[in-house]
């Protein structure tokens, strides 16, 4: 499937319904797993981009997001593509819009924070397959054994 990825603005109905129905299928994978429960609201910000990426037409797909924090670090957030699109490269292809954005901002770290669940297994595989390496607790987040955090350098 041929996808787009654009940055667009958060607050779009879609944009809810994307963020709400990921919601509900990371909560199930793990109840224990926090900041399950990001709205829309809590995305837009200056420092905050959000990629969607929409399927051949206008439906979208899966989403992304890059949020900048001080000394040159960004944290990937929120990626996510509907099920029956996984595997696809899709999944890929926003995570590179997002380190490329990251690039063009003067970033010369990404760090993120995923599921220690089996059904995280997917996700982990792509981040260390894009280069990311595990690290210990990144940002404000406190050090849990439900949670993977990464880091990548960028050159």
């Known amino acids: 499937m041929a996808g787009t990825i654009a940055v667009e603005a958060p ?3 879609e944009v809810r319904a994307m963020v709400a129905a990921m919601n509900a299928r990371m909560s199930a994978a793990s109840s224990s797993h926090p900041g399950l ?3 829309a609201e809590d995305l837009p910000g200056t420092e905050t981009r959000v990629f969607m990426l ?3 037409g206008d439906r979208i797909v899966g989403m992304g997001t ?6 040159g ?9 509907e099920p029956e699109f996984r595997g696809s490269g ?16 003067g ?21 260390e397959s894009a ?7 990144v940002l404000d987040y406190s050090p849990c054994e439900d949670n993977r955090f990464y880091e990548k350098m960028l050159s």
């Open 90 to 105: 899709l999944g890929r292809a926003v995570l590179t819009a997002i380190e490329r954005t990251a690039r063009v901002r």
């Open 73 to 81: 670090v960004g944290e990937v957030t929120r990626l996510f593509v």
């Open 54 to 56: 929409r399927d051949g």
């Open 131 to 137: 280069g990311f390496a595990p690290c210990c607790a």
């Open 66 to 71: 890059l949020k900048r924090y001080g000394a």
């Open 11 to 13: 607050l779009q109905k």
């Open 37 to 39: 429960k990001m709205t």
């Open 107 to 127: 970033l010369h770290r990404l760090v993120l924070k995923t599921g220690s669940a089996s059904e995280f297994a997917p996700a982990r595989a792509l981040y």
